[in-house]
């Protein structure tokens, strides 16, 4: 079962108000190097007073951390002229350009990996507890629930978590395809992600802890492996 702690992580956090100040310094140093390279190398209609705020959100902003927990970094950007430019097509180049660049350079604090998505502005409140690095303080604080919702929490995710590992299991006893493997994995992703949305001052949902919990084993790495191994294999002689 996934861990509910009483205190954030503690390398990351000097306390539950605030961030290490190292860790602050380094994720800007990330993230305004990121925005360089969208901006200078892939020559992307951005500039740094596009940025309106950096947050750090997800498992190391609230109580459910785990020691595989990546720090999550948010840029809100204005992406308008990018919208412009890109109709419609703006999030699959930023995805696209976040692995380019990921592979570039290899970012980690205190062996955490780090990961960075770029919203618009609009979207700024679809993010959960938040903490603000330009403004040093929480925009919205993590809130801890009570011993009884944690149990219902519990329950649930466990139904949801052998229901995930007994497909993934299904999958890879069966050999399907690997446009299968994808599209599962993929909607997967999206009913969490629509899941932490639905409740974002609260994302500690059944789903979003199912879906931790079953990444955790590793499962859907294998699922990933023998995706990419069967795709491969179409462009391969032997």
């Known amino acids: 079962m996934f861990k509910y702690h009483k205190t954030l992580p503690l390398r990351v956090w000097e306390s539950c108000l605030h961030l290490n100040p190292l860790v602050n310094q380094t994720l800007q140093m990330v993230v305004w190097e990121f925005v360089r390279f969208l901006s200078c190398v892939a020559k992307l209609p951005i500039e740094k007073s596009d940025v ?27 992406l308008s002229r990018l919208r412009a430019l890109l109709p419609g097509d703006e999030g699959v180049i930023l995805r696209a350009l976040k ?16 990961d ?23 925009i919205v604080a993590p809130v801890r629930i009570s011993d009884k919702q944690l149990q219902q929490i519990r329950v649930a995710t466990y139904k949801r978590y052998r229901v995930i590992m007994r497909q993934c299991r299904y999958i890879l006893r069966y050999k399907k395809s690997h446009e299968f493997i994808d599209v599962y994995l993929n909607s997967l992703q999206q009913i ?17 802890m199912a879906f931790k919990m079953a990444r955790n084993t590793r499962i859907f790495r294998k699922l990933r492996r023998r995706a990419k191994v069967l795709r491969s294999s179409c462009f391969r002689l032997d």
């Open 52 to 78: 309106l705020d950096i947050y750090v959100h997800g498992s190391v902003t609230n109580y459910y951390w785990d020691k595989c927990s990546d720090v999550d970094v948010c840029i809100v950007m204005d």
């Open 99 to 114: 692995w380019a660049w990921k592979r570039t350079v290899f970012v980690s604090v205190f062996g955490r990996g780090v």
């Open 116 to 138: 960075i998505t770029i919203i618009d502005k609009n979207d700024r409140n679809k993010v959960g507890p938040r903490y603000s690095l330009l403004r040093d303080c929480w």
């Open 192 to 208: 969490r992600t629509n899941s932490m949305y639905q409740s974002p001052g609260q994302p500690i949902t059944p789903m979003a």
